[in-house]
């Protein structure tokens, strides 16, 4: 390992899982830790418990802000192992010097998705530090939900199993680079940023046999299946021709040389469900305006444990690995 | 006929049956092919658009590539990294320069790493992003780590251009920027007699995309002419590559050795005119350029004209910048692999102790490097 | 360092030295240090790279180049139905 923390250990790729493992599994060992779910299982399998932190960077985005995404991004989490968002803790860093209003409007964003999730903030801290200590303000928010269905998790895909995407991908991503300074690009591209908590309900409540799901953030989809088939051991076989992705997303990633499911996404879900299943996991996830063009890209097989293959339409394949380094436009 | 649309110029040159049409026809006339052939493709974005695409899963085993030196990135040799990083830790100064740079180790470290340990380092996507920087940061000194092939190259000179016309003051400049012909002559050229077999002699050259847009294609006359090598230059797109190899098995079946252009839509005899000129404004060729894996090319490398000492970071800072050379690390094969004499594969530290996250040698160190592109997508061969 | 991507001229600032290309609904600007005065146009199709225009690309060339492959496919298409016909001529199974 480096000496030094550097940038890429925190992109939710492979030096992202390295850092974790070495340093804070290490110290921390236990059960319940080293299943790497997007969110803890305690209380006897009946509640679901996740923290995580906001950095973004422009604060202000088309689609959303840090306080939605605040939201968003932990009841998410909690949706992922089938939980019910109910109550959450929001603790926020904030620079000397930082707009009241802009403060307000980010609380007012925060208040709104917690509404739309059933949830409230029950506790909270407060701290203010000097110029220059953060960037502007950093928000962290844990939860706590209740889990309607049990037994979600992402060690148990086998090939009784079809890989689902619930939306077209990497729109959070393309959005926070097209908006950053430094990148001028004029576009209509939206981030995804949402909630995903009514999706999973409804799928709950129809009896769909669920085997894994996980939002697709840092490191977009390529890092969820890859930790997927990493942890079942079992290989994800992806038709390339049926990834979606909007004009818009596929612009900037020709632009800047990306490719779109390595993009991070903040309102799209990666599903592992019983095979029999597909089809009406389908016409849930389209009947919501954030997922009406769910799509299924993929298998399960037992070609190459732990890894992820594309397989293009012309008779090709490689793998698709975890995304490494800071996510730099490749100029090459 | 038709009017094109944007997405054609996207979608028709990477149509799946289109690629399946080329593969078939390959495999076909490649039958009458009288010996292996071994094509180079010297620019690292085809070696990426190669192996993302799958594409030797495609060809008959009778069409071998050889991975050429084309990523600039990849040749930086460490000592001009160093320059890089010692000039990054100078007081108040900005480092800029592009992407992929900031990865490469050199013997101190990366660019990445002098950023980590706090200087001020900027990557940029366009070296006009530069004239911001300065223009932010008028008490700083902003210089440009200018890197690329000669693709690249204009770009850096029409930011002279601006620099000098405006007269701004505090933007210099260190130029790292090579020629792809000179390379090209330098591996035909250092073959050992005994590895000249049909495993690993260079047959034939896929010419690189873009950088022929800016110089032309004139510039690889030499090689079927004096070398007897022929050379099509191809675009990037799967359906350019295929293209391109058909055009390669139908020369060697037809006894011929020409000058091709696949490229037509972009690449034109003589290339962009004003671009080239820019060039020869501010730069002449350096008597060498050391590549990393490949050692000293002779005129391969640029260096601003000696008119523009003023603003050339490499004379002004002389005194703090090394000027020893840098060995390479002992199990680093990237000399091997660059000159087409082994793959990736065959490297004994290849995918253990060096990899894309801990690079060792100039091929793994960009992701357009022949060793990353195996890495990433070359499992499956 | 090469690469670079198709995109849609649609605005030009002469003032500036500087056009506004669309790659599929994002656009940016671009500078046009590279090309000679007057030669670019909006709705010209260019090759964009790091934040220049780099050349024209010629519209004849990329329209001929998906016509040639059109054919191939068509050929292709002819000769795998030939085939199959001849296959079927000659399959022993065949009545007569």
């Excluded at chain 3, 329209?63 to 496919?73: D, G, H």
Aim: net charge negative; charged share 25%; proline share 4%.
């Amino acid at each position: 390992m480096n000496k030094q923390i550097t940038l890429a250990m925190g992109n939710g790729g492979e030096e992202n899982n390295e850092l974790i493992t070495k340093i804070f599994y290490k110290a921390f060992k236990n059960e319940i830790l080293e299943k790497s779910e997007d969110a803890a299982v305690i209380h006897n399998g009946e509640l679901a418990f996740s923290t995580d932190s906001f950095t973004v960077n422009p604060l202000f985005f088309p689609g959303g802000d840090i306080g939605k995404l605040a939201i968003c991004g932990t009841c998410n989490d909690l949706a992922m192992m089938g939980a019910k968002p109910k109550y959450l803790t929001c603790s926020v860093i904030i620079e000397e010097g930082f707009a009241t209003r802009e403060l307000e409007k980010i609380v007012r964003s925060m208040k709104k998705e917690l509404e739309d999730n059933g949830a409230v903030v029950v506790s909270g801290d407060t701290k203010v530090v000097p110029r220059g200590s953060v960037d502007k303000i950093f928000i962290n928010t844990t939860g706590i939900g209740v889990i309607e269905k049990q037994g979600i998790s992402s060690n148990n895909i086998s090939k009784e199993d079809v890989i689902l995407v619930s939306r077209d991908l990497g729109r959070h991503g393309a959005t926070i680079f097209a908006a950053r300074e430094g990148i001028e690009l004029t576009s209509d591209l939206q981030s995804d940023c949402a909630s995903l908590t009514h999706q999973v309900q409804a799928l709950i409540k129809a009896g769909v046999n669920i085997t894994a799901l996980r939002d697709a953030t840092r490191g977009g989809v390529s890092a969820v299946l890859n930790e997927w088939a990493k942890q079942s051991k079992i290989c994800i076989e992806v038709n390339e021709d049926t990834i979606p992705v909007s004009e818009e997303v596929e612009g900037i990633c020709e632009m800047l040389g990306f490719e779109a499911v390595n993009l991070a996404n903040e309102g799209t879900f990666v599903l592992a469900i019983k095979k029999d299943d597909e089809q009406k996991t389908l016409d849930i996830l389209h009947s919501f305006q954030n997922s009406n063009n769910a799509v299924k890209i993929g298998n399960v097989s037992d070609a190459y444990l732990g890894k992820v293959l594309l397989l293009s339409s012309y008779g090709t394949k490689r793998f698709l690995d975890t995304p490494t380094g800071e996510l730099l436009p490749r100029i090459c | 006929m038709n009017k094109l649309q944007l997405k054609d110029l996207y979608d028709g040159f990477r149509n799946p049956e289109v690629i399946k049409g080329f593969s078939k026809l390959i495999n076909e006339e490649a039958k009458q092919l009288k010996y292996p052939i071994n094509i180079m493709e010297v620019c690292g974005g085809h070696t990426h658009s190669i192996m993302k695409f799958g594409l030797p899963q495609l060809l008959p085993e009778n069409i071998n590539f050889i991975h050429g030196p084309g990523c600039p990135v990849c040749i930086m040799p460490k000592e001009r990294i160093d320059h890089a990083y010692i000039l990054a830790q100078q007081e108040d100064t900005i480092l800029v320069t592009l992407g992929d740079m900031i990865k490469v180790p050199g013997s101190k470290g990366s660019l990445q790493d002098a950023r980590a340990k706090g200087a001020d380092v900027r990557f940029v996507y366009s070296p006009l992003d530069t004239l911001k920087i300065a223009d932010e940061n008028p008490d700083k000194k902003i210089i440009f780590f200018a890197i690329g092939f000669e693709t690249t190259t204009p770009m850096t000179t029409a930011l002279i251009d601006i620099v000098l016309k405006r007269g701004i003051k505090n933007i210099f400049f260190h130029i790292n920027h090579v020629t792809v012909p000179e390379v090209m002559v330098e591996l035909i050229d250092s073959r050992d007699e005994h590895v000249d077999s049909y495993n690993n002699r260079i047959d034939a050259f896929l010419g690189p995309s873009h950088v022929s847009v800016i110089t032309g294609s004139k510039i690889y006359e030499k090689f079927p002419k004096k070398y007897h090598r022929p050379v099509v230059v191809a675009g990037f797109e799967p359906v350019d590559v295929m293209e391109a190899i058909l055009m390669i098995v139908r020369q060697f079946n037809e006894s011929r050795c020409e000058l091709e252009v696949e490229y037509k839509r972009s690449v034109s005899y003589e290339g962009n005119l004003k671009a080239q000129a820019l060039i020869e404004k501010y730069f002449e060729k350096a008597d060498l350029f050391k590549w990393r894996g490949l050692g000293n090319v002779p005129e391969s490398g640029y260096r601003l004209r000696s008119e523009y000492s003023n603003i050339d970071a490499e004379k002004i800072y002389s005194d703090i910048l090394p000027k020893e050379e840098i060995e390479d690390h002992k199990l680093c094969i990237c000399g091997d692999i660059l000159r087409g004499m082994a793959k990736p594969n065959e490297c004994t530290i290849f995918g253990t102790a060096c990899k894309p996250s801990t690079p060792l040698g100039s091929c793994m160190v960009s992701s357009e490097g022949a060793c990353a592109a195996y890495y990433k997508y070359g499992n499956l061969l | 360092m090469c690469l670079s991507i198709p995109s849609k001229v649609v605005k030009i600032d002469k003032e500036c030295n500087v056009a506004t290309v669309d790659t599929m609904g994002v656009t940016r600007e671009a500078g046009l240090e590279l090309m000679e005065e007057g030669d670019v146009k909006i709705g010209d199709y260019v090759l964009l790279h790091i934040g220049f225009i780099m050349n024209k690309i010629d519209e004849t060339d990329a329209l001929e180049s998906l016509k040639v492959y059109n054919e191939i496919l068509e050929k292709l298409d002819e000769e795998d139905r030939r085939n199959l016909v001849e296959e079927d001529d000659n399959c022993p199974n065949r009545g007569a």
